[in-house]
């Protein structure tokens, strides 16, 4: 166990300092692209500043014989794009498999300077944390690099889900996880094949009563997801990191996608994964605050004073603990106006009555 004086020092010699704290940058949407795709690759550019965080990915998706075209690649886009206010992310192999040290030894000092994080797959426990974390110091160190490049695991085995709270904890480069249902289900053996979002099957239905005919008995159809999401959101607050959605697979679906991005939003997920260029604005108008919300929250505030005691707004209570909720929604509104004309437009305009 690393000791508290010893948690903050470089994992080696001449490696940048770790944050003391994560910064909170938008990631609305965290957009997945092959860089082995000459089409998709084609489009990276012009995709600055209209998606928090672009990301290349290098795993699950990428065939085995074209691992190292999308490495090198990825290596390209780095080296030739100006990112400007957009987030660069990588996600590498995973730890079992053979192209993640070529990954890593590779991007690092060509782009280490330039990448923000590194998402790293089926994360098990904090032992896949550790090992990152030291290799990257030394990779850093080697090539010179001054900010530290953070990491961020899929939540994605059913051991990473029993450990969720010392992957948290293992790091301080640690910035957050994301939830990955396709592996996870494949893991834990349930019987959905479906890349996130819900089932028809998993459903509670209405008790009968006396001269009930069978099929107008109503059915609610249940998130298979919200233990894991609940789960995911405790650990990663109590940590000081970002939990995040991970992947909706029925591109066409955008309406049970966005209904999927609102429950993680609400849930208190920071965004979720894009896969295709639709889902971008799906994801960045669920997890930005509504205007309403915004104009709710100010409301509160106002009326609040110092933020203590008790007072009716609109027929309903507000005290010291719903100030706070209120907080929270427009300090995420002002991080995002801040990137966001439209948005800032929207939120400038409210006013108070
Ligand atoms: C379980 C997990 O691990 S999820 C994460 C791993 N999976 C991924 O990363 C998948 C990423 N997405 C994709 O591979 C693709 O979007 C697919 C395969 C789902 C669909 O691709 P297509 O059938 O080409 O979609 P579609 O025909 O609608 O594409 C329209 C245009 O958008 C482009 N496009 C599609 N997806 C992307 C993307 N993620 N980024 C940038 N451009 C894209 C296509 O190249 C196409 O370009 P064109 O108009 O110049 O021909
Ligand atoms: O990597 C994502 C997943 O759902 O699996
Ligand atoms: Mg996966």
Same mark, same amino acid.
């Given at each position: 166990?690393?000791? @508290?004086?010893? *948690? ?23 957009? *997945?692209?092959?860089?082995?795709? =000459?089409? #998709? ?7 600055? $500043? ?23 690649? !990825?290596?390209?886009?780095?080296? =030739?794009?100006? *990112?400007?206010?957009?987030? *660069? ?29 590194? #998402? ?15 290799? !990257?110091?030394?990779? =850093? ?9 953070? %990491? ?12 969720? =709270?010392?992957?948290? @904890?293992?790091?301080?480069? #640690? ?22 979002? $819900? ?34 959101? &405790? @650990? ?46 799906? @994801? ?34 507000? &005290?010291?603990?719903? %100030?706070?909720?209120?907080?929270? #929604?427009?300090? !995420? ?6 990137? &966001? ?13």
């Amino acid at each position: 166990m690393r000791t @508290a004086k010893d *948690f903050f020092a470089p994992l080696a010699v001449g490696a940048p300092a770790p944050l003391r704290e994560i910064p909170a940058r938008p990631s609305r949407a965290i957009h *997945f692209f092959d860089p082995g795709n =000459e089409k #998709m690759a084609a489009k990276v550019p012009a995709m600055v $500043g209209t998606v928090d965080v672009l990301l290349g990915n290098l795993e699950d998706a990428v065939k085995a014989e074209n691992k190292e075209k999308s490495r090198l690649g !990825l290596v390209k886009i780095g080296q =030739e794009v100006d *990112f400007g206010p957009t987030q *660069f992310w990588t996600r590498i192999n995973s730890l079992d498999s053979p192209w993640v040290l070529d990954d890593l030894t590779t991007l690092v000092p060509a782009i280490g300077d330039k990448l923000d994080v590194i #998402m790293v797959p089926k994360v098990q426990g904090a032992e896949d944390i550790h090992y990152i974390d030291r290799l !990257l110091a030394q990779l =850093e160190a080697k090539a010179g690099i001054t900010k530290p490049i953070q %990491v961020h695991a899929i939540l994605e085995t059913a051991r990473g889900v029993a450990n969720i =709270e010392e992957i948290c @904890a293992a790091s301080p480069r #640690m910035q957050g996880l994301s939830l990955g249902p396709a592996d996870l289900a494949a893991d834990r053996r349930m019987k959905t094949t479906r890349v996130g979002g $819900g089932h028809p099957g998993y459903l509670v239905r209405q008790d009968p009563t006396d001269g009930d005919i069978e099929g107008l008995r109503t059915t609610y159809q249940q998130d298979l997801w919200h233990y894991t999401i609940a789960r995911m959101v &405790d @650990a990663c607050a109590m940590h000081g990191i970002y939990p995040y959605y991970g992947p909706f697979g029925d591109i066409k679906d955008v309406v049970a996608c966005e209904d999927q991005f609102r429950n993680a939003f609400l849930l208190g997920c920071v965004g979720a994964w894009s896969l295709h260029p639709v889902q971008i604005k799906i @994801a960045n108008k669920v997890f930005s605050p509504s205007v309403e919300d915004v104009k709710h929250a100010r409301r509160v505030i106002a009326a609040m004073g110092d933020g203590t005691g008790a007072v009716m707004l609109d027929g309903k209570m507000e &005290d010291d603990a719903s %100030v706070k909720q209120c907080k929270v #929604m427009v300090a !995420l509104a002002d991080e995002l106006a801040a990137i &966001d004309p439209d948005l800032k437009a929207a939120y400038d305009a409210i006013t108070l009555d």
